[in-house]
């Protein structure tokens, strides 16, 4: 499998995040356990998101995270996935099977 950056920028519904945040961290709690998802953390303030994903392709990343409740619920303006192969510190990753 390959990785992805994915970026999340928030909409401007921070009381909705809130609501569904929970529902959230359990959905990327379970696809880091299983492998998929390498590291995570929001960006700007808690106004967006990077993610490191192991997938397919692209398509495969989006469609994981299409089951995002943010996602879900409309509260996400925008999500950008672009294949990234880590030259510096890729050996520092703890890659699991899932992602090699």
Do not use: C
């Not at 999340?8 to 959230?24: I, K, M, S, V």
């Not at 953390?41 to 192991?54: I, M, R, S, W, Y």
């Not at 994981?64 to 880590?86: M, Q, S, Y």
Request: charged share 25%; glycine share 10%; aromatic share 8%.
């Amino acid at each position: 499998m390959a990785l992805f950056a994915v970026t999340y920028q928030y909409t401007e519904n921070p009381a909705g995040r809130d609501l569904h945040r929970p529902e959230h961290v359990a959905f990327l709690a379970g696809q880091h356990e299983s492998g998929r998802l390498l590291v995570s953390g929001p960006t700007d303030g808690g106004t967006g998101a990077l993610l490191v994903l192991a997938g397919a392709t692209a398509d495969d990343v989006e469609a994981l995270l299409d089951a995002d409740p943010f996602h879900r619920e409309g509260l996400i303006a925008r999500r950008t996935v672009a294949a990234w192969k880590p030259f510096f510190g890729a050996d520092r990753l703890e890659l699991s099977e899932a992602a090699r």
